[in-house]
């Protein structure tokens, strides 16, 4: 059996990331193979996985940047299943890892994102592997990215919430800001009317003439009932067309022009752990 010394442990830690005792244990295991005994922690992070693959990981952490002089942004969502692995240090910091690797690599999709390689293991793995250190379900839950001539990226207090805008002009980072905060905190459902989805506005419409209907009001007027109601939702839950929350009184597309004639929103990207 391999004498497995203290800074043999503290060099499969740094190296994993897992416990102290884990380590320990791998490598006796492993009698003393470094690269055996990283598989085992892996195995380990399997196992946890696929026993735990139905429980429902809803804490985490959510967080964006943006890089390429401010016209790229990127957001990841690194799921757990307990706000106390959440706020672990070990855990932020492989989301920030993850999210500096999508960063530096611009990734098309969540799988390529998976794929990228930190010191010769992918992220998939990683994650995989701090499964098996924390003993919870971990997964990454959202991966986006978005471009334009300015993004401005928020992350809401706690890492629950992050968002991104694009803005069709360079401005001062501040209004992009403002936006950002906007969508956190309304939540909107596209940038204006145009770009809701027609499932949306069929499932609006729809919900409109049942509460009319439910309210005695006549068959032939539902229809006009419903068209009402829709032109309610556009307003309150487009991002151009809702009020403006920092001002009041104004509208989100009211206030981007104050700021600069011809600013508007080209995009937005929102992830909160609830959804």
């Known amino acids: 059996m391999a004498n497995i010394s203290a800074a043999d442990v503290a060099k ?129 839950a959202c991966y986006e990215i978005l471009e334009a001539a300015q993004v401005a990226a928020y992350i809401h207090m706690g890492n629950k919430l992050a968002t991104l805008v694009g803005l069709n002009k360079v401005v001062d980072p501040k209004i992009g800001m403002n936006i950002a905060m906007q969508v956190a905190a309304m939540n909107p459902a596209a940038v204006d009317k145009d770009s809701v989805p027609q499932d949306i506005i069929d499932k609006e419409l729809e919900i409109g003439r049942e509460q009319a209907r439910l309210e005695g009001k006549a068959e032939e007027l539902l229809d006009k009932i419903a068209q009402g109601k829709l032109q309610k939702f556009f307003k309150e839950s487009t991002l151009l067309n809702q009020e403006f929350v920092q001002e009041g009184k104004i509208s989100v597309a009211d206030y981007l022009k104050k700021q600069e004639a011809g600013l508007t929103v080209t995009d937005f990207k929102r992830f909160g752990l609830s959804n």
């Open 12 to 140: 499969l830690r740094k190296m994993t990331g897992a416990g102290m005792m884990d380590c320990k244990k791998a490598l006796v295991e492993a009698d003393g193979d470094f690269e055996r005994a990283k598989e085992l922690i892996r195995e380990k992070g399997l196992a946890i996985a696929n026993k735990r693959a139905d429980r429902e990981a809803s804490e985490g952490a959510v967080i964006a940047k943006t890089v390429k002089n401010d016209t790229v942004g990127v957001m990841i969502a690194l799921n757990c299943e307990t706000d106390f692995v959440a706020k672990n240090d070990d855990f932020v910091a492989l989301a920030n890892t993850i999210l500096d690797a999508a960063a530096n690599n611009l990734p098309a999709n969540l799988e390529e994102l998976k794929a990228i390689q930190i010191n010769g293991q992918s992220i998939g793995d990683l994650v995989i592997e701090r499964s098996g250190v924390t003993g919870e379900k971990m997964e990454i």
